[in-house]
């Protein structure tokens, strides 16, 4: 079974502070992905990765960054947390090649920036 | 823009009927279709993929795919109030970055005892 973690479930931040959150995938997978879902907008793209210290910005890459050291892990950085970033943030990765693309998801991060 | 379009619901059946969640896409060339299952407070799992014209059954589950209507559709047969879940249909188009699925924003599925 493809295995996907993040670091925490819930997570509670001060504006302003700088935030990480971790995933980590256990399929050898080489893409990446980091989204935050809210309500009525869906699942939105953050940034994705498809190889070792590879990154590529999604639809709304503004105020993160991510950092991809090794194959199995992605993390994403809020630079400088504002409440506006409070949401649900969910990490996938897939295979890349042929006819695959499925992506799988780790249990997701709520955080709040209060 | 590429989009995915899904009615959001609630869609609501009774325990034992069959639902019939759609999916319409904008980019003819799509090549692969998927269908995730998210409960409420939990992350997206995925339930189905398909790649072919045509039907595909798992189970209790059918993914129907029309290439030239744009469309694709999940039945749930002997719907069980456990199938009680926001349903995502997502897409990768053709052409389109490495690995990167386009999302529609789920159809809210209701099942009553």
């Known amino acids: ?114 | 823009q590429k989009e995915v379009e899904q009615n959001s619901g609630p869609l609501s059946v009774p325990e034992g009927a069959i639902a019939s969640l759609n999916c319409t896409y904008s980019d003819r060339g799509s090549q692969s279709f998927f269908w995730y299952r998210q409960y409420s407070g939990k992350s997206p799992e995925l339930i189905m993929f398909i790649y072919s014209n045509g039907d595909k059954e798992d189970g209790r589950f059918t993914a129907q795919l029309n290439k030239a209507s744009q469309y694709v559709s999940l039945l749930i047969r002997d719907s069980q109030p456990s199938d009680s879940a926001t349903y995502l249909c997502a897409v990768k188009e053709a052409g389109g970055s490495q690995g990167n699925l386009i999302f529609g924003k789920g159809t809210k599925l209701s099942v009553k005892p």
């Open chain 1, 1 to 114: 079974d493809v295995k996907v973690t993040q670091s925490s479930r819930y997570l509670v931040k001060r504006t302003g502070e700088k935030v990480f959150l971790e995933c980590v995938q256990d399929m050898d997978h080489e893409n990446m992905f980091w989204y935050r879902q809210d309500p009525g907008l869906g699942l939105r793209l953050i940034y994705f990765s498809y190889d070792v210290k590879m990154k590529e910005k999604g639809d709304i890459p503004e105020g993160y960054s991510v950092s991809r050291e090794k194959k199995e892990r992605f993390s994403l950085i809020l630079e400088s947390a504002s409440t506006n970033q409070t949401s649900m943030y969910l990490c996938a990765s897939s295979f890349h090649g042929q006819g695959g693309y499925e992506q799988y998801f780790g249990p997701g991060t709520r955080l709040t920036v209060t």
